[in-house]
């Protein structure tokens, strides 16, 4: 068919377009349903019993990881030119019976593990440890933080409840010696409690990596209400949440000396499978979009991270935590490779471990960067992205810099994905710090953390394949495709919110 000229200079601009398009579209398209669910089907699997840190059906899921990363042409990111990052762990036995806390001041005391508080979780300091104690009240909003001087190295006491979640990690990151959570625990609930027998734990042994958890102890409220007599505070003082700011009471003249007993039975490690794709602009290809997320899970019962079994089910799967996010990394992965042109910058795609146990595996590459990190322009996480609304996703961070507006404009301009980003829908999770973003933004990376929230099957053996919406999360896939490409191709880096980068990074901007 012949073309006027008129008609031709009209019709030109739009070929163009199109032919830029293409090797966009061609890359959005390699992620399919089909493929999301083979490769969920595969991560969670029950022959890789959840997945836990560190085990070797940990190390069988980075190994396909970095498989596909090779299939897919990305470089090696890890250590010595492989696709594996690994970091240390110790296995310990922990002996309650001869575990205790001696109380000094004007009632010296002693409270004896196993019996009248228990190590319920974390790393107990290395030997015998003592430090003041402090009571922590009020409530926790995204504004409300806590002195560090007033939490740093002493042992912390907590209400057990409502505002846990929020108000926890920002306890946590303070790197306090110890936490105790104060409830008045029934019979049958401490009964159920871990800590009463000998157990095998697992500690990360690096010093520099981030919010490790230190000792979290169970202690009743009518075993505590000694103590809090003695110092000078009632035990209802830890049941203001409210709306009063987070304060750190002291207890008056009160020391606690931590004597946990735990001996090293191995030593080990936990990977993390790293790929990078070269960015196609000489300058600019010497900074990194990271697109991260976890491939560890909480195992079995045996693990030691709360998986519980139902019935006949022994396995924690982690179909969608964090099954789902580790395939939408892979998936992204097969997507850039695919396209025929590449985006400005360099992408790295990183699936680490250790998530469930404390966020170690991103906190050791956060801290052992093989990339320089100063160069990492934003961090995209990704956990929990397989359930709940079919056309919405939490967007949690997205208020700290302008990947927010960047983010509502690619999705303005994709529609047809038909995947709204929404803002964070369960505040009082405290979900900011709870997951490997949480690291990178402490580091000064700007963040998105995406995900469609938890359901009744979170750390459940009900947590399945056959559970994930594939149709969904290929969509979701497509949108952050489209998101890394913008911010790769963007001349400017991402900026923070100055408000948001005194209180996570501090300092200046």
């Known amino acids: 068919m012949r073309l006027r000229p008129a008609l031709l200079l009209a019709v030109l601009p739009g070929l163009a377009t199109a032919q830029r398009l293409r090797p966009v579209a061609r890359g959005a398209a390699s992620i399919t349903i089909a493929d999301v669910q083979r490769r969920i089907g595969i991560i969670a699997d029950d022959s890789m019993l ?5 085990s070797p059906q940990l190390d069988a899921v980075a190994a396909y990881v970095a498989g596909e990363f090779h299939r897919f042409g990305l470089k090696p990111g890890g250590d010595s030119g492989t696709y594996f990052q690994h970091y240390p762990l110790e296995v310990l036995r922990f002996d309650p019976e001869s575990s205790t806390i001696r109380i000094t001041g004007r009632t010296p005391g002693m409270w004896r593990g196993g019996q009248d508080v228990l190590l319920v979780e974390g790393q107990a300091p290395a030997g015998a440890a003592a430090g003041p104690a402090v009571v922590i009240t009020g409530s926790a909003d995204a504004r409300s933080t806590l002195d560090s001087a007033a939490v740093t190295g002493k042992i912390v006491f907590l209400a057990y409840g409502p505002g846990l979640n929020a108000i926890g990690p920002k306890v946590l990151q303070l790197r306090p010696l110890a936490v105790m959570l104060v409830a008045g625990f029934p019979d049958s609930i401490w009964a159920r409690l871990p800590g009463h027998e000998a157990s095998v734990t697992v500690r990360n042994p690096s010093s520099e990596s981030g919010p490790a958890v230190p000792a979290v102890f169970a202690v009743r409220t009518a075993t505590a209400g ?3 007599a003695q110092g000078g505070v009632s035990p209802d003082s830890l049941r203001v949440w409210g709306d009063r700011p987070l304060a750190a009471r002291p207890l008056a003249d009160v020391t606690l000396q931590l004597d946990v007993r735990e001996r090293v039975l191995q030593h080990a490690s936990a990977p993390n499978a790293i790929g990078i794709l070269e960015g196609s602009d000489a300058t600019l290809k010497q900074e990194y979009v990271l697109f991260s997320a976890h491939m560890d899970h909480i195992g079995t019962p045996s693990a030691g991270e709360g998986c519980t079994a139902r019935g006949a089910d022994s396995i924690c799967n982690g179909a969608d935590d964090d099954g789902s996010g580790t395939v939408a990394v892979i998936e992204l992965a097969q997507a850039f490779a695919s396209a025929s042109e590449r985006p400005k910058r360099s992408l790295v795609f990183m699936t680490v471990s250790g998530e469930e146990r404390g966020l170690w595996g991103s906190a050791y590459f956060a801290d052992h960067p093989t990339v320089p990190l100063a160069d990492v322009i934003a961090d995209l996480n990704i956990d929990m992205v397989g359930r709940n609304a079919k056309d919405t996703v939490a967007v949690i961070g997205r208020e700290h810099s302008n990947l927010g507006a960047t983010l509502d404009s690619v999705a303005a301009a994709h529609r047809d994905l038909n995947i709204k980003p929404l803002g964070d829908l369960w505040p009082q999770e405290g979900l900011f710090f709870r997951s490997d973003h949480y690291n990178f933004a402490k580091k000064g990376v700007p963040i998105l953390f995406f995900t469609t929230g938890l359901h009744p099957d979170y750390h459940q ?18 949108l952050v495709f489209h998101l890394g490409l913008a ?11 100055p408000d948001s980068y005194k209180r996570i990074v501090g300092g200046g901007n």
């Open 50 to 54: 959840g997945r836990a840190t560190p």
């Open 487 to 497: 911010v790769a191709n963007t001349p400017q880096r991402p900026r923070w919110n």
């Open 226 to 228: 000694a103590l809090f």
């Open 461 to 478: 053996v009900s947590d399945s394949p056959d559970k994930i919406d594939a149709e969904k999360e290929a969509r979701f896939a497509r």
